[in-house]
């Protein structure tokens, strides 16, 4: 059974308590709030056989072959590889499932996550199915970045909007799935997480604050010069480069947005408010939005996955990083 989370209550009362369901559905939101499991939740409910408001019932026929990753009458598509694009070829079998009769007498369902991983060729050939609704299929649509969608996508679904949880439940939920963390833990968490909660648990299972406190002991270092770029380039690399490339730019926007508003409120996480404070004393504006760009320019590469030298690219940040501070 999919998890039902208590920030999704009234979304779930929106959309399994429809009279009638529509053809297809696009659930979107940010990442790492659920929207696959409100999808799985919603999928089993319009499969089962005895739903009840709550969801599926769990015990007929059609929830068992569920479980079992059995049923003739669902479909789910999805990238074969992390990350990667769902392929042409995936959605031409997806289309041919949806065009055939439901094997259990009811309806059948598809659920698509991501959707934005689908080329143009993909997108255009799942369209077909979007505009000629099949009997009683459901398409359920998960989207964590509906701008990259087609807008012939989008207006074919009925939208349905997951917000971000308020910080309040969210951390709420956090103290349950993080006990062993501290309260002040799980607020780092869930602001490293950009707010999501689930993307907080994942951050903590991989290791986040641990390396994040590596990272930041090693800046001090660096502007102290007691390590110098090479030698923290080697000691981080085992840190995922986008990681390291999402907390540098935000620092450097911290630094510029206290350079103009001196607000203290504003530096960001404690572990690094000293520094930060300390640079945009000491630092040149156009030096800051310098790297800034530089920053955001290399991020866009580590995103597209170039063929990068990690161990040069993370020592030209650095070199440039130890070089802002020229006020003296
Ligand atoms: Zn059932």
């Not at 094997?103 to 996550?113: A, P, S, Y």
């Not at 800051?288 to 990068?308: C, T, Y």
Request: with cysteine.
């Amino acid at each position: 059974m999919a998890e039902a989370y208590p920030w999704q209550d009234s979304l779930w009362q929106q959309l399994a308590g429809r009279a009638q369901h529509a053809h297809a559905y696009l659930l979107h939101g940010p990442a790492g709030i659920g929207k696959r499991a409100l999808a799985e939740r919603l999928m089993a409910r319009l499969l089962c056989q005895r739903p009840t408001v709550e969801g599926a019932c769990g015990e007929c026929k059609s929830c068992l072959l569920l479980k079992a990753g059995s049923h003739p009458d669902n479909y789910i598509l999805e990238p074969e590889e992390a990350d990667k694009a769902i392929k042409v070829d995936q959605v031409r079998d997806l289309v041919s499932f949806v065009v055939q009769t439901a094997q259990m007498g009811g309806r059948k369902v598809v659920l698509i996550e991501p959707v934005e991983s689908m080329n143009i060729n993909a997108a255009n050939a799942l369209l077909k199915s979007l505009e000629e609704p099949s009997g009683d299929t459901v398409l359920l649509l998960v989207s964590h970045q509906t701008s990259r969608l087609l807008p012939t996508i989008k207006s074919r679904c009925v939208q349905q909007a997951c917000p971000l949880p308020s910080e309040a439940m969210s951390l709420a939920w956090l103290a349950s799935a993080l006990p062993d963390c501290s309260e002040e833990e799980r607020i780092e968490l869930l602001t490293l997480a950009a707010g999501s909660p689930l993307a907080a648990v994942k951050l903590q299972a991989q290791g986040v604050r641990e390396q994040r406190a590596l990272v930041v002991e090693g800046v001090k270092k660096l502007l102290k010069q007691q390590q110098s770029p090479t030698q923290l380039a080697e000691e981080w690399k085992t840190i995922p480069m986008l990681l390291l490339f999402d907390w540098f730019c935000d620092w450097s926007s911290l630094i510029l947005r206290y350079q103009l508003t001196q607000d203290e409120a504003g530096l960001g996480l404690a572990d690094m408010r000293k520094v930060i404070q300390y640079l945009a004393q000491k630092s040149a504006q156009d030096k800051v939005l310098n790297i800034q760009d530089w920053i955001l320019a290399q991020r866009q590469k580590v995103m597209s996955k170039a063929n990068l030298n990690p161990a040069l690219l993370l020592e030209a940040l650095l070199v440039q990083w130890v070089s802002l501070p020229t006020q003296k």
